[in-house]
């Protein structure tokens, strides 16, 4: 079982940068895809960036050419650089974990989730 916790979210200007962290606790956490997905108000889930167990990357439309996904398995940590924000970034961000290494998109591959946390862009 891996549990996450996601940091990092703020307030930031639009063009403006941030970086998330996603710690994760437990066992075998390199045999697990990592993804980034985020929520905003009154829409659904939408996937951004995912690394597989093997290093494998797949990154939305939405996400191409701003956002970069990386993962540290000695540090069980994964991480969203997100630069060039934009208002319509605005949303809570989450990390999920797929242990059959491999997630996707597909947010029901996903089977632990961090609490999310909040990224607001203004205008």
């Known amino acids: 079982q891996v549990q996450l916790e996601e940091s990092g979210g703020g307030l930031v200007q639009a063009g403006g940068s941030l970086s998330l962290s996603c710690a994760a606790s437990?066992?075998?956490?390199?045999?697990?895809?990592v993804g980034w997905f985020r929520q905003a108000t009154g829409k659904e889930r939408e996937f951004l960036a995912t690394m597989s167990s093997n290093g494998g990357i797949i990154v939305s439309d939405a996400a191409k050419g701003r956002f970069t996904i990386l993962r540290d398995n000695a540090e069980n940590a994964a991480y969203l650089e997100m630069n060039g924000l934009k208002p319509e970034d605005t949303a809570v961000y989450f990390c999920?974990?797929?242990?059959?290494?491999?997630?996707?998109?597909?947010?029901?591959?996903?089977?632990?989730w961090g609490q999310g946390t909040q990224v607001t862009v203004s205008s």
């Open positions: 999920a974990a797929a242990s059959q290494g491999f997630g996707g998109s597909v947010k029901s591959r996903y089977d632990y």
């Open positions: 437990g066992r075998a956490f390199s045999t697990y895809a």
